[in-house]
């Protein structure tokens, strides 16, 4: 059973850091392109970060550049975000996503592209 499950959200203060942790069952991270969005109220889910099955290929949000950054672990089949500075316009729930047997340099903010989805992490940014 295809399974990914998100932890690591909750409240913080502007300028503060989080890391959200997304771990796979029922499949290998290792064969996917994976992707980090958000949502908040009253606005369309958007790509923030992305990366491609082999790692060497990311896209960041212009938005996050220089305080997101993407990254998984094989040995846990679990991949992160390490959000920095973050911001009140960070708050929205967060989700993982993944194109399962993608190719090794494919990336994409394209949310339709995804196949499966978690269930989402409310991260919220306020004094």
């Known amino acids: 059973q295809v399974q990914l499950v998100e932890s690591g959200g909750g409240l913080v203060q502007p300028g503060g850091s989080l890391r959200l942790s997304c771990a796979a069952s029922?499949?290998?991270?290792?064969?996917?392109?994976v992707g980090w969005f958000r949502q908040a109220p009253g606005k369309e889910r958007e790509g923030v970060a992305c990366m491609s099955r082999s790692g060497r290929v990311t896209f960041y949000r212009e938005s996050v550049k220089e305080r997101f950054t993407i990254s998984r672990d094989p040995a846990k089949n679990t991949m992160y975000l390490q959000m920095t500075s973050l911001k009140p316009e960070d708050t929205a729930v967060y989700y993982c996503?993944?194109?399962?047997?993608?190719?090794?340099?494919?990336?994409?903010?394209?949310?339709?592209?995804?196949?499966?989805w978690g269930q989402g992490t409310q991260v919220t940014v306020s004094s």
């Open positions: 996503a993944v194109v399962p047997n993608s190719g090794r340099y494919y990336v994409t903010p394209n949310l339709n592209e995804y196949d499966y």
């Open positions: 029922g499949f290998s991270l290792d064969d996917s392109s």
